[in-house]
């Protein structure tokens, strides 16, 4: 089974600033990993997803993501903060096997864009 | 740009009736899954279907729920005597590989009452 940590359900950053929501994930096999973003009233959006090959990913709206076997991680990082950022960040993981196959979300973490 | 669309975006229900949420998935994807997200928690994987059948269920889809595709563009979810518990935003998603790829759409949000 796989299973997907958020650290921190909510993170405050100002406009400019580095952005960084950290995702740890546990699974058995290699597992292709995402992250998805939530506007208020909205429905989910792929941000940015890594199935097999480089390991930096980069995605819509400036934001990348690394995965880090050795670390179990998939953080994602924007370089600079803007004020439409705004939203609820989830990390998901897929194990990807032959078969229909759901995602795995991780709790959410709520970025706050101070201005 | 393709879409998946889901109606409809609010539906509020007394406690013990059915109700039927619709999706219509991207045409060309061949996997449809319906997730919910309670008010404040995270979302949850409810169910997966392909080639007219369910693939994968989670504990949450017991007996009151099920999926259907009718008509070969609609994916529906039936709650067949909802409770206060299912209140929360329900989301049908859609892909063309069980890579977990999947495009969601708005979501319903249901309220029991």
């Known amino acids: 089974a796989q299973s997907v940590t958020q650290l921190g359900s909510h993170v405050s950053v100002s406009e400019g600033a580095l952005v960084l929501l950290r995702c740890n994930y546990s699974?058995?096999?290699?597992?292709?990993l995402f992250w998805y973003v939530q506007y208020p009233n909205q429905g989910l959006q792929l941000l940015l997803k890594y199935t097999t090959g480089a390991t930096l990913v980069k995605g819509i709206n400036g934001f990348e993501a690394e995965f880090k076997k050795s670390e179990t991680s998939f953080h994602l990082t924007k370089p600079s903060a803007h004020m439409s950022d705004a939203a609820e960040y989830f990390c998901a993981v897929s194990l990807g096997r032959g078969g229909a196959d759901g995602l795995t979300f991780g709790k959410g973490t709520h970025l706050i864009i101070q201005p | 740009e393709p879409e998946v669309t889901q109606t409809p975006s609010h539906q509020v229900t007394q406690m013990g009736q059915e109700v039927i949420l619709r999706c219509v998935p991207i045409?060309?994807?061949?996997?449809f899954y319906w997730y919910r997200q309670i008010l404040g928690q995270k979302v949850e994987f409810l169910v997966s279907?392909?080639?007219?059948?369910?693939?994968?269920k989670s504990e949450i889809f017991d007996d009151q729920f099920s999926v259907e595709r009718p008509d070969g563009s609609n994916f529906t979810l039936k709650i067949r005597s909802t409770k206060l518990e299912d209140s929360a935003m329900y989301f049908c998603?859609?892909?063309?590989?069980?890579?977990?790829?999947?495009?969601f759409g708005q979501g319903t949000r249901l309220t029991v009452v």
């Open positions: 279907f392909y080639n007219n059948e369910i693939s994968e």
């Open positions: 699974s058995s096999v290699p597992p292709y």
């Open positions: 045409s060309n994807h061949l996997y």
């Open positions: 998603a859609s892909s063309v590989w069980d890579r977990g790829l999947a495009f």
